[in-house]
């Protein structure tokens, strides 16, 4: 692309934008003066669709009127509530409506996965992660290894970025893999890294991993929403998501969860059991031996808590009217504008250090700013700009294709460069 360093320009952009219309379907939070603030940070909480106020009072409606009943009389029957959402949370991550599920948040699945996943042994029972890993993936990977009596410090095994480099190179994980392999059970990897906004080959990973007779395993938080992954195709054994960063559902809300097709008639597989796990046909028989359900949803426990999925209902109805090859389309040029406005800048304080190939991330760039400190994300917030700061000196922003503006991505980055 050919950009142009101006307002006018920014605004053409705009102009040009196809999806400029569903920034209306969302309520942008605004100052005391009444503008809009400049939102980067979708890819931490998302913004509120306006629809999903409706969406939860339609239940909340049903609840008043039906009471328990509302499992079968509400407009929408709470008792396979989670059966709406998974055709469109299926599409979103390239998998089949069978390898699918919406249940529990992200990091209780990722361990009730490992309970099916990670069944290690005295002689391969390592774990390798991303150095640059989410806390909480870590802090789960750990008490995995110390819950099965393994000690972490040999159990962990961190894929590291080369000296003096921020990104991952496959090169260095298929070295682990020749090296250990034998001795690991499980690769546990983010798709999307939430640091450096990087986008692994998830394809290739499964490749290496299976080659050693690894499990592989995709932590999606970061992707969902944002890049897409193709979970069936990449071969991948599970994955799981969050659902309140890129897929626009609310604070806290519920995760969706990928087991591949390959395991979705294994009923050998280790796994915690529960009602809704059950048979369905036999559910409320209430006395029958435990008989487990196919595919994803073979892995629930609970029935489905039905306020935060109508916000996810909400959500997924609107990525579908939409849809995810629109927003990606939209996604690299956005994301493109942002990159080339802070290449733009005249200084060498500043270093973008998310990959710079559209192909190796999603919308997220991460900018690392020589000699700043935290003052400068106050400063960023005072202009109403709203990003993530992660110590020691990285900015993370993420211009979000259903919100944000190409005029959004000019404005901050002319209030950094004076910040600068
Ligand atoms: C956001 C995020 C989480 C958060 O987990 P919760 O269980 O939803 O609190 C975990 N892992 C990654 C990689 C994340 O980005």
Redesign the pocket.
């Known amino acids: 692309m050919n950009y142009e360093n101006s307002l006018d320009y920014a605004k053409q952009l705009d102009r040009e934008d196809s999806l400029a219309y569903v920034r209306d379907e969302f309520h942008i939070p605004k100052d005391k003066n009444g503008k809009d603030w400049l939102y980067f940070t979708g890819n931490?909480l998302g913004l509120q669709p306006k629809q999903t106020q409706q969406y939860i009072q339609q239940e909340l409606d049903d609840w008043a009127k039906f009471g328990v009943e509302g499992h079968f009389e509400a407009k929408n029957p709470w008792m396979p509530y989670h059966e709406y959402l998974t055709d469109k949370m299926a599409k979103i991550v390239g998998a089949k409506p069978l390898e699918v599920v919406v249940m529990n948040?992200?990091?209780?699945n990722?361990h009730l996965l490992m309970v099916s996943f990670y069944q290690p042994t005295k002689e391969k029972y390592k774990i390798v992660i991303e150095s640059d890993?989410?806390p909480?993936?870590r802090y789960a990977v750990q008490s995995q290894l110390n819950f099965h009596g393994f000690d972490v410090e040999e159990g962990l095994i961190e894929w590291k970025p080369r000296k003096g480099e921020e990104i991952l190179n496959i090169e260095d994980l298929e070295q682990i893999l020749l090296e250990q392999g034998d001795e690991i059970a499980l690769l546990l990897i983010?798709g999307v890294n939430?640091y450096t906004g990087q986008y692994l080959d998830l394809k290739k990973i499964a490749e290496l991993g299976h080659a050693k007779s690894c499990i592989v395993g995709i932590?999606l938080?970061?992707g969902a929403g944002n890049i897409q992954p193709n979970l069936h195709e990449s071969g991948v054994d599970f994955a799981a998501w969050?659902t309140?960063?890129y897929l626009n559902s609310g604070p806290?809300s519920l995760?969706g969860l990928f087991v591949h097709e390959k395991h979705a008639h294994n009923k050998e597989l280790p796994r915690f059991a529960g009602w809704w796990n059950h048979n369905k046909e036999t559910r409320f028989n209430m006395r029958q031996p435990f008989d487990v359900m196919p595919g994803a949803e073979g892995w629930q426990l609970s029935n489905p808590p039905i306020l935060s999925m109508a916000a996810i209902r909400s959500s997924l109805d609107l990525f579908d009217k939409v849809g995810m090859d629109a927003l990606r389309e939209k996604s690299e040029k956005l994301t493109g504008y942002f990159e080339y406005l802070i290449n733009e800048i005249d200084t060498d304080r500043i270093k973008v250090i998310t990959p710079s190939n559209p192909k190796e991330r999603g919308c997220q760039l991460s900018i690392q700013v020589k000699n700043a400190d935290k003052n400068l994300h106050k400063k960023l917030t005072k202009n109403n700009i709203i990003t993530d700061w992660r110590e020691p000196d990285v900015i993370r922003c993420a211009p979000v294709p259903m919100y944000n503006t190409f005029e959004d991505v000019f404005q901050m980055v002319a209030i950094l460069k004076t910040l600068l």
């Open positions: 931490s948040t992200l990091t209780t990722l890993a989410f909480s993936d983010g939430y932590d938080a970061h969050c309140y960063k806290g995760s």
